[in-house]
């Protein structure tokens, strides 16, 4: 099971940081990721984090946003930095090559 949380309204410039809980799975095995789905657009792959922690972003986000996990807490996060309107969506999260989607979070970010 994945629980997505965090997400709200914020203006541009501002930060967020999403939450997501894992339970169910070998979670310090896992490879884990955000996805994001904006209005109206497919669903696109924002950041990934191996179990080793070595991390990898989409273009438009790196710099911005820093994706982390907590073995501890089966918890992976993404702390979200210098928000722009173009971030808004649907955020994620996903252990890779399992194909169950969790309930997302929304983020808004007004100009």
């Known amino acids: 099971q994945l629980q997505a949380s965090g997400g709200g309204l914020v203006q541009a410039g501002g930060s967020l940081r999403l939450s997501c809980l894992v339970s169910g799975s070998a979670f310090s095995y896992d490879v884990m990721a955000w996805y994001r789905q904006p209005p109206g657009k497919q669903r696109e792959l924002v950041a990934g984090i191996g179990s080793g922690g070595n991390t990898n972003y989409v273009n438009s986000v790196k710099g911005r946003f820093t994706i982390s996990r907590d073995n501890a807490k089966n918890t992976v996060y993404l702390q979200m930095n210098s928000l722009k309107p173009e971030d808004t969506a649907v955020y994620y999260c996903?252990?890779?090559?399992?194909?169950?989607w969790g309930q997302g979070t929304q983020v808004t970010v007004s100009s």
């Open positions: 996903k252990i890779m090559g399992m194909s169950y």
